[in-house]
């Protein structure tokens, strides 16, 4: 333990006194490890970012769309199967369901006129199935069907055209046609992304079904259950089964997982990802790896003389070895330390992590792998190019020392 202390003080000696050479041979392998270390957290961000925008189409993981059809292609009794549904659905004692009725359109009334946008009926839970986040206000609530005035959810181009006025301010929005009345904006769907100019509204399925004799026959009506990813696999077929005893001749019914974990090779592209970058800043780190070599190496003829003093002084050749060795080990990884602590606090800001991914809600702490990652890399290319120059250190006699 004594030699091996003793050999970590040389090191660190011929460090201090070197350290011009050692700063400028080491700046690379500070930025290979930092590249290594960012590729690693970025794809954990990634990864993140890209569960995020698959919950928002397909439903958190895991999510079970439910769907009625008939063979012929004529519209089925929607109050039928959602009196069918809800009873099958109450024996399961599912806590996230919704009903998401799509191809709506509504008369808005707007400053400059009346115009026909598109309108997502549905129930409370579908925001929480869904991980739709809001600019401002909030989303529905089961109270809300108590509401004198319906609530409404508008996105942010349709506030924009209706003046953007406050949220605190109470603001409604006229609906023409069947549905038509007042209600009331409650909560904003921000842009979801540069130039989005959505118009769009989302009404509560039971506001708007009280409103209307019956469902328009192009609009079609989806369920989703969002349950665990443990019991997806079993409730499915099941599930399907209860909805199908006793259906009508000629009624199919659909029972299919939307959400992106039930996807075939839903990660391939992210390890793809991560393959390639790491692969990139792995090459760059092994370049950095021979170029300190070369460079110990070089300075190693020019230390023959030392070396031969020291040896003359009776130091062995483990001692000699160990403290050329751990001079690489301890310089590379000091400089991957820095390069890692310069990657975190980058990465530690959210806005540095919202701006490279526009929209991701749930920013995560940074990854600990990533750290360790760019940690051992530094470990192993200080152990690798410390080794070749420890070899030739061993090589040198006490006579080389007066030849130089």
């Not at 190496?297 to 023959?304: C, E, I, P, S, T």
């Not at 751990?326 to 992590?353: H, P």
Request: aromatic content about 8%; charged content about 20%.
């Amino acid at each position: 333990m004594t030699g091996f202390l003793g050999a970590l003080s040389d090191a660190w000696a011929e460090i201090r006194v070197h350290k011009l050479r050692v700063l400028l041979s080491l700046i690379g392998i500070a930025v290979s490890v930092g590249a290594l270390t960012a590729v690693v957290a970025i794809s954990e961000y990634q990864r993140q970012f890209q569960a995020e925008q698959s919950d928002r189409w397909g439903g958190r993981a895991a999510t079970i769309a439910v769907s009625a059809s008939t063979a012929d292609g004529t519209p089925i009794d929607a109050d039928e199967f959602d009196d069918r549904f809800t009873r099958v659905s109450e024996r399961f004692g599912f806590s996230h369901t919704t009903r998401i009725a799509q191809g709506v359109m509504l008369d808005v009334h707007l400053p400059e006129g009346i115009t026909s946008v598109p309108a997502r009926i549905m129930d409370p839970a579908f925001p929480q199935i869904h991980r739709e986040k809001l600019l401002e206000g909030r989303w529905f609530l089961d109270s809300d069907l108590e509401a004198m005035a319906p609530p409404v959810v508008i996105t942010e181009a349709l506030w924009d055209r209706l003046g953007r006025v406050p949220l605190s301010q109470h603001p409604t929005v006229e609906f023409g046609g069947a549905a038509g009345g007042t209600y009331q904006v409650i909560g904003i769907v921000p842009r979801q992304g540069f130039g989005d100019e959505e118009l769009r509204v989302d009404l509560l399925y039971d506001d708007y079904r009280d409103r209307v004799d019956a469902l328009p026959a192009e609009v079609s009506t989806q369920y989703e259950v969002w349950v665990g990813v443990d019991q997806a696999d079993q409730i499915g077929p099941v599930l399907a089964m209860d909805l199908r005893a006793g259906l009508p001749e000629g009624q199919t019914i659909s029972v299919s997982r939307t959400d992106w974990a039930a996807q075939p090779g839903a990660l391939d592209v992210q390890a793809t990802f991560e393959m390639i970058t790491g692969g990139i800043a792995s090459l760059i780190l092994a370049l950095g790896a021979l170029s300190l070599i070369n460079i110990q190496l070089v300075a190693m003829r020019q230390r023959v003389r030392e070396i031969g003093v020291r040896r003359a002084f009776g130091a062995s050749s483990g001692r000699v070895f160990f403290s050329v060795f751990l001079e690489s080990l301890v310089a590379t990884t000091v400089a991957g330390v820095i390069g890692i602590a310069i990657v975190v606090a980058v990465l530690r800001s959210d806005w540095i992590v919202t701006t490279m991914f526009y929209g991701i809600q749930d920013v995560p702490p940074f990854p600990m792998r990533a750290a360790l990652v760019g940690l051992i890399a530094s470990v192993v290319v200080g152990a690798v190019s410390g080794f070749i120059p420890a070899l030739v250190a061993l090589r040198v006699k006490v006579i080389d020392a007066i030849r130089f």
